[in-house]
């Protein structure tokens, strides 16, 4: 079902436009075909079943010609700003990102911060998962509707055996013959609960007729009834009525196809009506049909997959008006220049739409040009480094972007997944392949998937497998280290003080010799050599854990930019690809609380001063603007505690799901509820 989502999600626009496209055209034919209800009506047909042949080929992926319909790329990773649900953390409440990655371009490495918190929703999903809502209410109102019919055949009884001569004497004057009116009679049934005639079926039509009709009195209108109805079983118009109802849950939603399905319900009671006439004239037929309409209870509408006579009172009278001031007779059947014309002109209608508009073939299907094939090798070769994105992964709406090498077995390695085959295959092949897989493993059942290499960078294969993270880990600057690790943040902070500081007293004019400004070259020194000393530690524990990470097998091998020793705060919870350190939020949150009584307090002793003539106005102003500030910053802090709570409660879901098959530990689950029940008591103490 969620593929089937993706899919009307990615491609429903071009499917609107396609069936719109097929639809106006059958309007556009109807309107030439005004004096012919039976042409109005194969068209509207035909039109409908063009549009759900054409939905079939455009799903299928094949080549057209054209211009290819262009899908928006993918919203692309952005840098962490420390920010939940659209929500701005504070500075200080923020430990470290979720993930990083090191985006390696042949021979240069740019290190990215690859958590992108999307902050809006994609309304496309949602029209999708509305369009699918309403396909099956539909199906089940159709089902339910048959299987009502049904229900009210099985229980009907057979006709009179008057009836039923007057029905064959009607075909045998309709066929000059009656060798076969027995075989391709329609079976006539009486049914208690019925308030007017319907014709149902296919194969085997059969006429429901109302108990009433069967009275003495009512013998003429009788006669009419059954007349009409096998005009529409002449005329095979149940299959044109279950056409429309096989295309009502993909078209429900299009008025095209309700306006194409009422003007063929008009023209086919306009035949029925022209046939019926024919046999006891124009004036006994409207007159024992209006009889019949004015004593009938009025209803909506026939039984699903039924066809009534008087399905609507408006269109009744009317066709009524129209049978009597027409002069000739309606044609029954289309000729044959028709016939051919309009399957001939629906076949080409189709065939021009399939050729130019539907899915196309993923880039890989097809055959690149030559001079594609001579500049770069699109196929996944052994020790390539790609960079997956995938969706979900670290988190509810977080996008990480990591460095995978492809090992000499020509595999790569992913977390809780395993190995996946990749040597041979193309980026849309392996990028299927792994989407699929997570969504075997019911780990991230949407998550969508993207790879790029700009270039093949090819990994020496006498390095290892190891080989190219551990150097890309050796050129980590300390400005790109203090990007993924907190504790390095607040040295370079720190640096940037003092350097300030040092800017500042160079513009006074203070030499070296200065005991002020020596002091303030001293700690920057210090700090530098702090910083310098940090990153070559963080830098080796880095490289230590790729080390273990390639002689352990199984184990996935990108840049895991993990905290050094004593990074991690205490307390902290990942929240939406942030870190929160739960105790200084916890903290922050009853100070704002505080803050918020203190500036009551003096707001009310303010107030009552003011009464005094005690305090001026702008005193006031500023309590009552300290007041404000207050609130906002709490406010603030409980919308982030909220957000934190309900990322805190997926991550628990999804911890406890990973335990139960055996890829997360115990301690690992018991984590991730104490953070969210951590959460919870924070979200409790700020109401």
Same mark, same amino acid.
């Given at each position: 079902m969620s593929g089937a989502i993706a899919f009307l999600a990615e491609h429903g626009l071009m499917l609107l436009s396609g069936v719109t496209a097929?639809? %106006?055209?059958?309007?556009? /034919?109807?309107?030439?075909?005004?004096?012919?209800?039976?042409?109005?009506?194969?068209?509207?047909? #035909?039109?409908?079943?063009?549009?759900?042949?054409?939905?079939?080929?455009?799903?299928?992926?094949?080549?057209?010609?054209?211009?290819?319909?262009?899908?928006?790329?993918?919203?692309?990773?952005v840098e962490a700003r420390g920010a939940v649900g659209g929500v701005e953390i504070p500075e200080e409440l923020i430990v470290r990102p979720r993930a990083g990655v090191a985006a390696v371009h042949a021979n240069r490495v740019e290190p990215v911060v690859a958590v992108a918190v999307r902050s809006e929703l994609d309304v496309r999903i949602w029209i999708a998962r509305a369009f699918v809502a309403g396909a099956m209410a539909c199906a089940a109102w159709?089902?339910?509707?048959?299987?009502?019919?049904?229900?009210?055949?099985?229980?009907?009884?057979?006709?009179?055996?008057?009836?039923?001569?007057?029905?064959?004497? !009607?075909?045998?004057?309709?066929?000059?013959?009656?060798t @076969?009116?027995?075989?391709?009679?329609?079976?006539?049934?009486?049914?208690?609960?019925?308030?007017?005639?319907?014709?149902?079926?296919?194969?085997?039509?059969?006429?429901?007729?109302?108990?009433?009709?069967?009275?003495?009195?009512?013998?003429?209108?009788? !006669?009419?009834?059954?007349?009409?109805? #096998?005009?529409?079983?002449?005329?095979?118009?149940?299959?044109?009525?279950?056409?429309?109802?096989?295309?009502?849950? %993909?078209?429900?939603?299009?008025?095209?196809?309700?306006?194409?399905?009422?003007?063929?319900n008009l023209a086919r009671e306009l035949v029925a009506d022209d046939w019926a006439a024919r046999a006891d004239g124009k004036e006994a037929y409207v007159s024992e049909l209006v009889a019949l309409a004015r004593t009938t209870v009025a209803r909506v509408c026939a039984p699903v997959g039924g066809i009534?006579?008087?399905?609507? !009172?408006?269109?009744?009278?009317?066709?009524?008006?129209?049978?009597l001031q027409r002069n000739n007779p309606l044609a029954t059947r289309c000729s044959t220049a028709c016939r051919a014309a309009l399957v001939v002109g629906t076949i080409i209608a189709v065939m021009g739409m399939a050729t130019m508009v539907g899915v196309r073939p993923a880039r890989a299907q097809s055959a690149p040009p030559a001079a594609e094939k001579g500049a770069a090798d699109q196929?996944?070769?052994?020790?390539?480094?790609?960079?997956?994105?995938?969706?979900?992964?670290?988190?509810?709406?977080?996008? @990480?972007? /990591?460095?995978?090498?492809?090992?000499?077995?020509?595999?790569?390695?992913?977390?809780?997944?395993? *190995? /996946?085959?990749?040597?041979?295959?193309?980026?849309?092949?392996?990028?299927?392949?792994?989407?699929? #897989?997570?969504?075997?493993?019911? %780990? @991230?059942? *949407? *998550?969508?998937?993207?790879?790029?290499?700009?270039?093949?960078?090819?990994?020496?294969?006498?390095?290892?497998?190891? =080989?190219?993270?551990?150097?890309?880990?050796?050129?980590?600057?300390?400005?790109?280290?203090?990007?993924?690790?907190? %504790?390095?943040?607040?040295?370079?902070?720190?640096?940037?003080?003092?350097? =300030?500081?040092?800017?500042?007293?160079?513009?006074?004019?203070?030499?070296?010799?200065?005991?002020?400004? =020596?002091?303030?070259?001293?700690?920057?020194? /210090?700090?530098? !050599?702090k910083m310098k000393a940090y990153s070559r530690e963080w830098r080796d524990m880095q490289t230590r854990l790729q080390k273990d990470a390639v002689q352990r097998p199984g184990t996935a091998v990108p840049i895991p930019l993990l905290p050094a020793p004593g990074a991690q705060a205490q307390g902290a919870a990942a929240v939406g690809g942030v870190q929160l350190d739960l105790v200084n939020l916890a903290n922050t949150v009853v100070d704002a609380m505080g803050a918020v009584r203190l500036a009551k307090l003096k707001v009310a002793a303010s107030q009552r001063m003011k009464e005094n003539q005690a305090i001026s106005d702008l005193e006031q102003a500023t309590n009552e603007s300290n007041l404000q500030t207050a609130e906002k910053r709490l406010e603030l802090l409980k919308r982030i505690a909220s957000i934190a709570l309900e990322g805190a409660t997926v991550d628990a879901k999804r911890a406890e799901q990973l335990y139960k098959q055996g890829v997360e530990s115990a301690q690992a689950l018991s984590e991730a509820t104490s953070k969210m029940k951590m959460l919870e008591l924070i979200v409790k103490g700020a109401q």
């Open positions: 097929l639809l %106006l055209a059958g309007v556009a /034919v109807t309107g030439l075909a005004r004096r012919s209800p039976v042409v109005r009506q194969r068209v509207c047909e #035909l039109s409908v079943g063009a549009g759900m042949v054409w939905l079939v080929l455009a799903c299928v992926p094949m080549p057209r010609v054209g211009f290819p319909v262009r899908v928006p790329e993918a919203p692309r990773a159709l089902v339910l509707g048959q299987v009502l019919l049904w229900r009210m055949i099985w229980r009907s009884a057979s006709a009179p055996e008057a009836v039923v001569r007057m029905v064959d004497a !009607r075909l045998r004057v309709g066929r000059r013959t009656s @076969s009116s027995v075989e391709s009679r329609p079976a006539v049934r009486v049914s208690v609960g019925l308030s007017r005639p319907v014709t149902c079926g296919v194969w085997r039509p059969t006429i429901l007729l109302p108990e009433s009709l069967l009275r003495d009195e009512n013998r003429a209108q009788l !006669r009419q009834v059954l007349l009409h109805e #096998l005009g529409h079983v002449q005329q095979g118009d149940g299959w044109g009525g279950l056409l429309f109802c096989v295309a009502m849950p %993909l078209f429900y939603w299009h008025p095209l196809y309700w306006w194409l399905r009422q003007c063929s009534g006579i008087l399905q609507s !009172r408006s269109h009744f009278y009317r066709r009524m008006r129209m049978l196929t996944i070769g052994s020790h390539d480094v790609l960079h997956i994105t995938m969706t979900d992964s670290a988190g509810p709406g977080a996008e @990480s972007v /990591v460095m995978y090498p492809v090992n000499e077995k020509g595999n790569v390695v992913l977390p809780l997944v395993g *190995s /996946v085959k990749a040597v041979g295959l193309t980026r849309e092949e392996l990028e299927k392949a792994i989407a699929q #897989l997570y969504r075997d493993k019911n %780990l @991230s059942p *949407s *998550s969508p998937v993207s790879i790029k290499f700009i270039e093949k960078g090819q990994m020496p294969a006498a390095a290892g497998a190891g =080989a190219a993270p551990r150097q890309a880990i050796e050129k980590f600057t300390t400005d790109q280290i203090s990007m993924v690790d907190p %504790l390095m943040r607040k040295m370079k902070a720190e640096r940037d003080v003092i350097a =300030a500081r040092v800017e500042e007293l160079t513009a006074k004019g203070l030499g070296d010799d200065q005991p002020e400004m =020596a002091k303030a070259q001293d700690e920057l020194a /210090v700090a530098e !050599r």
